[in-house]
Nanobody, 119 residues
Framework: QVQLVESGGGLVQAGGSLRLSCVVSGRTFSTYGMGWFRQAPGKEREFVARIDWTGSTTGYADSVKGRFTISRDNAKNTLFLQMNSLKPEDTAIYYC????????????WGQGTQVTVSS
């Protein structure tokens, strides 16, 4: 069983920074692709960033490229999302997700952490 628990959300002013963490239970974390997604009120969930199991390959949504950085610490079973230069439109619930090897879909999700950016 894989469980994901996010933390680090909160209220921040525009231009500020936050660092989200996602702790993953189980010994298979180092083999999983990981991602961050977000859902704003009244909108569908959208992709934010992804990272492969080695940590060497990453990808970002255009809306966050250059401002957000995804990383992972396989020794600590933890995924991170460093968010800089935050904008009010970044306000959303942020979810981490895990994708098992050879799977195309993310099969495991956390409960989410709220990020609110005030103008």
């Amino acid at each position: 069983q894989v469980q994901l628990v996010e933390s680090g959300g909160g209220l921040v002013q525009a231009g500020g920074s936050l660092r989200l963490s996602c702790v993953v239970s189980g010994r298979t974390f180092s083999t999983y692709g990981m991602g961050w997604f977000r859902q704003a009120p009244g909108k569908e969930r959208e992709f934010v960033a992804r990272i492969d199991w080695t940590g060497s390959t990453t990808g970002y949504a255009d809306s966050v490229k250059g401002r957000f950085t995804i990383s992972r610490d396989n020794a600590k079973n933890t995924l991170f999302l460093q968010m800089n230069s935050l904008k009010p439109e970044d306000t959303a619930i942020y979810y981490c997700a895990a994708r098992a090897p050879s799977h195309l879909q993310y099969g495991y999700w956390g409960q989410g952490t709220q990020v609110t950016v005030s103008s």
